[in-house]
């Protein structure tokens, strides 16, 4: 098959393709940064090195492709989250029909069943709905859980306090996963025949944990049995990411996925759609915690 990757060599996107060309498929990577291209194309895969900002550069390159993986770059600069997931989606979704594209994989998350109150994760929902709406497509949505690897953002503030914190409650059992869990989902996905059209999603998390037991997990692989997860106020919150400099709406938006995530609405719909959980648990996580730490 020949499949097209959007992310680079990031960290679902590099094992997404390793695996991929390992399975004998045509794998074309989508990078913005001409000096990937070397790596790329060391790993057996072809590089197009261009923007998802461009809707044509995305048709030309998804030209004659069985499956496309469509993923939202990060973007911590843009002044509206939402309207920047807004305008990548529509360029996907018009390179996907000028295409003929029939099969894609997307990622989203989990909490993209909502339209309102999760912050950040509002531009994943709104482009599963602009994908959604094209005919013809077999589109699934993946919706991996909360990533490990946030986790690695409060190394500054275990140095600094000798804790770990955020405005979501210390004892409410949330999933976790890891990148190369979504990886194993996404490639058994883009694997998959094109018919029938429609969609359908697909939930991939690795452990279920509570953060307390995340603080415990993390202290002990660095050193630190002590170390406790406090829970913030939503102002204490929004204050200390204001003072580590980012911009007001990122920090609403950062409050607001904690808040989901506290209160449980951003998970519902994944406790009524478990998936079976993947091979990388909190205690694997640890030890590279503990190796960047």
Same mark, same amino acid.
């Given at each position: 098959?020949?499949?097209?990757?959007t #992310?680079? !060599?990031?960290?679902?996107?590099? /094992?997404? =393709?390793?695996?991929?060309?390992?399975?004998?498929?045509?794998?074309? &990577?989508?990078?913005?940064?001409?000096?990937?291209?070397?790596?790329?194309? @060391?790993?057996?895969?072809?590089?197009?090195? #261009?923007? +998802?900002e461009?809707?044509?550069?995305?048709a030309?390159?998804?030209?004659?492709?069985?499956? +496309?993986?469509?993923?939202?770059?990060?973007?911590?600069?843009?002044?509206?989250?939402?309207?920047?997931?807004?305008? %990548? #989606?529509?360029?996907?979704?018009q390179?996907? @029909?000028?295409?003929? &594209?029939?099969?894609? +994989?997307?990622?989203?998350s989990? $909490?993209?069943?909502?339209? =309102? #109150?999760? $912050?950040? %994760?509002?531009?994943?929902?709104? &482009?599963?709905?602009? !994908?959604?709406a094209l005919?013809? !497509?077999?589109?699934?949505h993946l919706r /991996?859980?909360?990533?490990?690897?946030?986790?690695?953002?409060?190394?500054?503030?275990?140095?600094?306090?000798? %804790?770990?914190?955020?405005?979501?409650?210390?004892?409410?059992?949330?999933? !976790? &996963?890891?990148?190369?869990?979504? @990886?194993a =989902?996404? @490639?058994?996905?883009?694997?998959?025949?094109?018919?029938?059209?429609?969609r359908?999603v697909?939930? +991939?998390?690795?452990?279920?944990?509570?953060?307390?037991?995340?603080?415990?997990?993390?202290?002990?692989a660095?050193?630190?049995?002590?170390?406790?997860w406090v829970?913030?106020?939503?102002?204490?919150?929004?204050?200390?990411?204001?003072?580590n400099?980012? /911009?007001?709406?990122?920090? =609403?938006?950062?409050v607001?996925i904690?808040?989901?995530?506290?209160?449980?609405?951003?998970?519902?719909?994944?406790?009524?759609?478990? /998936?079976?959980? $993947?091979?990388?648990?909190?205690?694997?996580?640890?030890?590279?915690?503990?190796?960047?730490f």
């Open positions: 098959m020949k499949i097209i990757l #992310g680079s !060599l990031g960290n679902i996107s590099q /094992p997404l =393709a390793a695996a991929l060309v390992q399975q004998g498929h045509a794998v074309t &990577v989508i990078s913005r940064t001409p000096a990937k291209q070397a790596a790329i194309e @060391a790993m057996g895969a072809t590089a197009a090195i #261009g923007s +998802v461009d809707a044509d550069f995305l030309a390159t998804f030209a004659g492709a069985n499956a +496309v993986y469509a993923m939202v770059p990060p973007s911590f600069t843009e002044p509206d989250s939402r309207a920047y997931f807004q305008r %990548i #989606g529509r360029n996907y979704a390179a996907i @029909a000028q295409a003929e &594209v029939r099969r894609v +994989v997307q990622l989203s989990w $909490g993209a069943h909502l339209a =309102a #109150g999760t $912050g950040g %994760i509002l531009g994943s929902h709104d &482009v599963e709905e602009i !994908l959604a005919p013809g !497509l077999t589109l699934t /991996p859980t909360s990533f490990y690897t946030n986790y690695y953002t409060y190394a500054g503030l275990i140095k600094a306090a000798g %804790i770990m914190g955020a405005n979501c409650v210390g004892d409410r059992k949330i999933a !976790l &996963v890891h990148p190369r869990d979504i @990886a =989902a996404a @490639a058994e996905e883009l694997a998959r025949p094109a018919a029938p059209a429609g359908t697909r939930y +991939v998390a690795s452990d279920e944990r509570t953060q307390q037991e995340v603080a415990h997990a993390l202290g002990a660095i050193g630190q049995p002590a170390l406790r829970a913030f106020s939503d102002e204490q919150m929004r204050e200390s990411l204001l003072k400099g980012l /911009p007001p709406s990122t920090a =609403a938006d950062v607001a904690y808040a989901s995530m506290s209160s449980g609405k951003l998970g519902e719909d994944y406790e009524q759609h478990k /998936p079976a959980l $993947g091979q990388v648990k909190l205690e694997d996580f640890a030890k590279e915690f503990a190796a960047a």
